[in-house]
């Protein structure tokens, strides 16, 4: 069954480092997203993607945050300047479409910020 | 925020027929309802979805009434590894991105 692909799986950082999180999303699909779930918190929308852009983003994601498809198979979320409270699960997800598609989650990375 | 409510928790024995409910009351007639669930701290899992009709696939089956304003999900065989926070999301027009609540946990035990 297709995966969508999250690398690292665990990453540490120094507060005020960058930091990218890398995906590889299941190769037909059309659509991207990024998720964060804070330890005991729920699962948290950040950003969706979309032909190239950003369609639609939280309040989460602000100028520290940004996304990108560098080529044909990775979509990343790049961290500027890490905070204490960025340290979370980021999850990425994939889907065909939009209304009647259910998206693909990745296992995660666990970012933790000291 | 997210539009349905759920009940925090729930326990099923192993083996029974788990049922976990889902409120809605205010879904539009384009608004579809998704299940997903979450292991532990594994990424989300999707399970099913419906915009009215009952919905079955080979892990779950989906009800949901005909006024549309609630919905249940039905694991038939409840299993330890279904244990897990299950999530009722109404996913809304075309393009708007799927918003997790609390979801109800659901504890199976032997």
């Known amino acids: 069954e297709p995966e969508v692909t999250q690398t690292p799986s665990h990453q540490v950082t120094q507060m005020g480092q960058e930091v990218i999180l890398r995906c590889v999303p299941i190769s037909n699909h059309l659509y991207f997203y990024w998720y964060r779930q804070i330890l005991g918190q729920k699962v948290e929308f950040l950003v969706s993607f979309y032909n190239n852009e950003i369609s639609e983003k939280s309040e989460i994601f602000d100028d520290q945050f940004s996304v990108e498809r560098p080529d044909g198979s990775n979509f990343t979320l790049k961290i500027r300047s890490t905070k204490l409270e960025d340290s979370a699960m980021y999850f990425c997800?994939?889907?065909?479409?939009?209304?009647?598609?259910?998206?693909?989650f990745g296992s995660g990375t666990r970012l933790t910020v000291v | 925020d997210a539009k349905t409510t759920q009940p925090p928790s729930m326990d099923c024995a192993e083996g029974r027929a788990a049922n976990l409910p889902c409120n809605h009351s205010?879904?539009?007639?384009?608004?579809?309802v998704y299940w997903y669930r979450q292991i532990h701290s594994q990424g989300p899992q999707y399970i099913i979805h419906g915009l009215k009709n009952n919905e079955t696939n080979e892990m779950a089956s989906l009800i949901i009434t005909e006024d549309r304003k609630s919905s249940t999900l039905i694991l038939p065989h409840a299993t330890l590894r279904d244990t897990a926070v299950y999530y009722c999301i109404v996913r809304g027009q075309a393009g708007t991105a799927l918003i997790f609540g609390k979801g109800t946990t659901l504890s199976v035990s032997s």
């Open positions: 997800a994939s889907s065909v479409g939009t209304a009647n598609y259910g998206y693909t």
């Open positions: 205010t879904i539009s007639g384009n608004e579809y």
